[in-house]
């Protein structure tokens, strides 16, 4: 525990406090340490899009990048260098939260290359290649929930490949997200494997379903409503997640060492500056889950957040209510859904392509 008391509340709910950013200033600098230290952070996740940010400041990564371009690497596998470099030094830096968490918490998330977010094939061969890159037990491999990633899903877990599943935005496939973990799971113990060391979480985002439905809420002369889908989107996935852990199926492998796949808040940085800059994180309170946050909203929480026990499970008709609201307002939920889907894979090929195109340059500079 730190000595900031509205993030000790926060840990004291049963939510693991993640760092949604990472750079190898911040690394080299000790920032990573003190954020442990101070802010409560048990865990790490990055992106392409945090990748290309930290690449297109200062100097930190100038020394590899010489020495990538003297031994003549192609820019991909530059990029792998460069990622997985950063990677393995987070996890070492966290590998004390892991120990003292028996596995559960300490984990750094990598993202397979979003170009394959539609290839099941291709995205199972690069989660092999990070998990053997990176080589750290901490690791999590993030695989997009398309409907091409599920069988990754499945196929990583049965192999002992611990799993972050990011992009979700649906109801529906979140629980088929969990079903593929399940399978996974299932395929593990068939073989043998030790299922208490085969870890999860599942990605929920939360903040950009609010930025689409509120500009399909403004169209339709609703502003009322405006706001209010992210949190009750995923107090609903909580429900989704509480059937599961209820669920003879999921008992079978408790039974067996599993432990369970935790609802992960993502996208819990307010983009509506009308929004109170903690709402992601005061309202989606609940035991068991984790909550990554951009360093700002941290840094906001840390200040005045409002922990007042749990938000989500006493929440659940309003949030039921809330969705009717929406569906009465003509918002179309499947529709929102897939254009997140769509928006969220092209935002990170974007910065994928990005990131490629500053290596490039550098390695040719």
Known sequence: MSGNDNLNRLSGQGVSIWLDDISRERLRTGNLDQLIGDKNVVGVTSNPTIFASALSKGDAYDAQLHDLAVRGVGVDEAVRAITTYDIRWAADVLRPVYDATGGVDGRVSIEVDPRLARETEKTIAEVRALWWMVDRPNLFIKIPATLEGLPAITQAISEGISVNVTLIFSLERYRAVMDAWLAGLEAAHAKGLNLANVESVASFFVSRVDSEIDKRLDAAGR??????????????????????????????????????????????GVKNPEYSDTMYVDELVAPGTVNTMPEKTLDAEADHGKVTGDTVRPFYEQAWNTMAALKEAGVDYDDVVRVLEDEGVEKFEASWSELLESVGKKLVG
């Open 223 to 268: 502003p009322e409503l405006k706001g209010k889908a992210g949190v009750a989107n995923a107090r609903l996935a909580y429900a989704a997640f509480e059937e599961v852990m209820n669920s003879e199926r999921w008992q079978r492998l408790r039974a067996a060492g599993a432990r369970p796949q935790r609802p992960l808040w993502a996208s819990t």
